[in-house]
């Protein structure tokens, strides 16, 4: 490789790492900024705690069911095009809950989640395929900017609606320009679009999973994690409210976790690539959930800071 083409490399190299990090700060706003605004929304619209619950089931919902079909959207219009794809939708979902009508909330929150979960299954691919001997330290990358994304929404989404006086609304409509910017950082990937290769078939890939018993292992530790995290992600806020914290401050705290875990999400990667088995990494995890969530089950505001960090 020439110096002139090694810079050329190197330079497509950067700007794709801009463009994963960017993307990923894009991908839990939408869903972190329900939390703290729960209050307002009910106040505002008269809706159940079941039907605010969708607000934030519909994603996750929608990762379960789209996640699967990524490979078929690759095979048509390829990774990078169905990456460009995930964050259109992203976008539209996102702009469509500020239209002020029920339909368009939850039509909004399906769409956005059917563009997250797109986008959720092509990061890791893509980090892996262009950066095979650093795919720790760009999974840390990505993962740490998941989380900031979602402590940034989480701790100014009441002061977006409250103080600045744009509404939830706007609170939450507001975020469309930063996915439709990682939409314009990603565009010149596009040169290097290419169909996916087609493999095994959708059936015989999810029938080779089932009959996996690692893959059942991975995907129950997976899903109990990600049902503790969507659980706090919508309720949290509303929890602190009910003992008394001001909505704002509920926010913070809910931005504090997600802040606290950037260092981790940074961390854990990187660590745990490394070594040949993550048994120590699951165990730490899970021992800091229960010790916090435990401490949160007091019916009182004590030591509240330190169980959002741990």
Known sequence: MTEDNHRQESRRKFLLILAIAVIAVNLRPSIAAVGPLIHEIRLDTGLSNIWLGMLTTLPVL?????SVWTPVFTRKIGTEGTMAFALILLTAGILCRIIPSFPALFLGTVILGTGIALANVLLPGIAKKNFPRKFGMVTGIYSAMLGTGA?????????????????????LGIWAGISF????????Q???NTLAVPGKNLRSSLKHLGTSELALYIALFMGLQSFTFYVLLAWLPEILIGR??????????LSLVQATGVIGT???PSWASRRKRQRLPVLLIIVCEVVSITGLMMPSLFMVEAWMIL
């Open 181 to 188: 910017l990682a939409l314009v950082i990603w565009l010149p």
């Open 244 to 253: 008394g914290m001001s909505p704002e401050r509920a926010g913070w705290m």
């Open 62 to 66: 929608a990762f379960g069911i789209f």
């Open 266 to 268: 940074f961390a854990v």
């Open 151 to 171: 402590a940034i929404a989480s701790g100014i989404s009441v002061p977006l609606s409250d103080e600045l006086g744009l509404g939830w609304r706007w609170s």
């Open 190 to 192: 596009m040169k290097q």
